[in-house]
C-alpha cells in the first residue's frame, strides 16, 4: 500500500521526481540546530515533544553526553544557547497579540483524507472554522524579506495544501489564512501576515500540478530528473573585450 502524501515530501516534485522519491525514501530525522530552535518552539506554543536543555559538550565520546541522550529519547535537545534562543522567540510570540490570538484552535492535530484518488495526510499547525495558521521562524521576519523567503520555500502553497486536506476530510474551509513569523535572533521581532486569496489558489495550482505528476510517476513506476533526453548547450554570439597592454581590444 502506497504511503499517505505529506507536503513536506510534494514539494520536492517542483525540482523532480527524482528529488521527491529520495525524500520520500529517505527521511532523515537528525536535526541540524535551527531545526531544533524551530521544533522547540512549536513545542513550548503548540504542544508536541518535551524540550531537554543540555549545557554540557555534545560528543558521541563523553559518557555523559551519551547519558543525557538515553535519558531523553524523544525529546528535542537543546544546547544552553539554541535554547536561549526558543525561549526568546516564545516570549516574544507570547506578547503579540494578534499573534497569541491566530495560535488558539486546533494544534498538531493531524489529518487524513483523500485528494485527485491519492490518501494524503498534513498536520497544521494551528486550524479552526475561523483561521487556518502557520508558525514559521526565519533569519528575517522583515515583511519584504519574509514574503520572498515564503515564495521561494513554498509557504503558500503548503496553506493551500492543509485548506485543501480541511476541505476533502470533511472539517469545513476556514475563513481566513495566516502565518506567524517570528526572527530567530535577538530581539526577536514577530510579523503577522494574511496570505491573500491569490496567494492560496496559485498554492493550490502548484499542489495539484505536483500531484498529478505524481500519480503519473507512481502509475509508470518511472522518476525522472530534469531532463531524459539531450538539452542543448548554446550560447549567443557576443562582442567583449579585452585589455592588452593597457589598451581596450575588442574581440569578436
Same mark, same amino acid.
Given at each position: 500500500? @502506497?504511503?499517505?502524501?505529506?507536503?513536506?515530501?510534494?514539494? *520536492?516534485?517542483?525540482?523532480?521526481?527524482?528529488?521527491?522519491?529520495?525524500?520520500? &525514501?529517505?527521511?532523515?530525522?537528525?536535526?541540524?540546530?535551527?531545526?531544533?530552535? !524551530?521544533?522547540?518552539?512549536?513545542?513550548?506554543?503548540?504542544? !508536541?515533544?518535551?524540550?531537554?536543555?543540555?549545557? !554540557?559538550?555534545?560528543?558521541?565520546? $563523553?559518557?555523559?553526553?551519551?547519558?543525557?541522550?538515553?535519558?531523553?529519547?524523544?525529546?528535542?535537545?537543546?544546547?544552553?544557547?539554541?535554547?536561549?534562543?526558543?525561549?526568546? $522567540?516564545? %516570549?516574544?510570540?507570547? *506578547?503579540?497579540?494578534? +499573534?497569541?490570538?491566530?495560535?488558539? #484552535?486546533?494544534?498538531?492535530?493531524?489529518?487524513?483524507?483523500?485528494?485527485? !484518488?491519492?490518501?494524503?495526510?498534513?498536520?497544521?499547525?494551528?486550524?479552526?472554522?475561523?483561521?487556518?495558521?502557520? @508558525?514559521?521562524? &526565519?533569519?528575517?521576519?522583515? =515583511?519584504?524579506?519574509?514574503?520572498?523567503?515564503?515564495?521561494?520555500?513554498?509557504? *503558500? +502553497?503548503?496553506?493551500?495544501?492543509?485548506?485543501? $486536506?480541511?476541505?476533502?476530510?470533511?472539517?469545513?474551509?476556514? +475563513?481566513?489564512?495566516?502565518?506567524?513569523?517570528?526572527?530567530?535572533?535577538? =530581539?526577536? =521581532?514577530?510579523?503577522?501576515?494574511?496570505?491573500?486569496?491569490?496567494?492560496?489558489?496559485? #498554492?493550490?495550482? $502548484?499542489?495539484?500540478?505536483?500531484?498529478?505528476?505524481?500519480?503519473?510517476?507512481?502509475?509508470? &513506476?518511472?522518476? =525522472?530528473?530534469?531532463?531524459?533526453?539531450?538539452?542543448?548547450? %548554446?550560447?549567443?554570439? &557576443?562582442?567583449?573585450? @579585452?585589455?592588452?597592454?593597457?589598451?581596450?581590444?575588442?574581440?569578436?
Amino acid at each position: 500500500m @502506497l504511503e499517505r502524501v505529506h507536503f513536506s515530501t510534494l514539494k *520536492h516534485m517542483q525540482r523532480s521526481p527524482a528529488h521527491y522519491r529520495y525524500e520520500a &525514501d529517505n527521511r532523515d530525522e537528525k536535526q541540524k540546530g535551527y531545526e531544533r530552535g !524551530g521544533s522547540a518552539l512549536h513545542s513550548f506554543l503548540l504542544g !508536541g515533544k518535551d524540550v531537554a536543555l543540555y549545557e !554540557g559538550r555534545r560528543d558521541e565520546r $563523553m559518557q555523559a553526553w551519551r547519558d543525557f541522550q538515553e535519558e531523553h529519547v524523544g525529546s528535542i535537545i537543546l544546547s544552553a544557547t539554541e535554547h536561549a534562543k526558543a525561549v526568546g $522567540m516564545r %516570549d516574544s510570540i507570547l *506578547h503579540h497579540r494578534r +499573534a497569541r490570538e491566530l495560535l488558539v #484552535g486546533n494544534r498538531e492535530q493531524t489529518i487524513q483524507a483523500s485528494w485527485l !484518488g491519492r490518501l494524503t495526510e498534513g498536520t497544521p499547525d494551528v486550524f479552526s472554522l475561523e483561521h487556518l495558521t502557520e @508558525l514559521k521562524t &526565519d533569519k528575517s521576519a522583515h =515583511p519584504s524579506r519574509f514574503v520572498s523567503i515564503g515564495k521561494f520555500y513554498g509557504y *503558500h +502553497a503548503q496553506l493551500a495544501w492543509y485548506r485543501r $486536506m480541511l476541505i476533502e476530510c470533511g472539517f469545513g474551509t476556514p +475563513a481566513s489564512y495566516w502565518i506567524v513569523a517570528v526572527e530567530s535572533a535577538p =530581539p526577536f =521581532p514577530v510579523t503577522v501576515f494574511q496570505v491573500t486569496d491569490n496567494a492560496l489558489e496559485l #498554492g493550490e495550482r $502548484m499542489c495539484r500540478a505536483w500531484m498529478e505528476r505524481l500519480l503519473v510517476c507512481e502509475a509508470s &513506476d518511472t522518476w =525522472p530528473a530534469y531532463a531524459e533526453s539531450p538539452v542543448p548547450f %548554446d550560447v549567443e554570439e &557576443d562582442n567583449f573585450t @579585452l585589455r592588452i597592454d593597457g589598451e581596450d581590444v575588442e574581440v569578436g
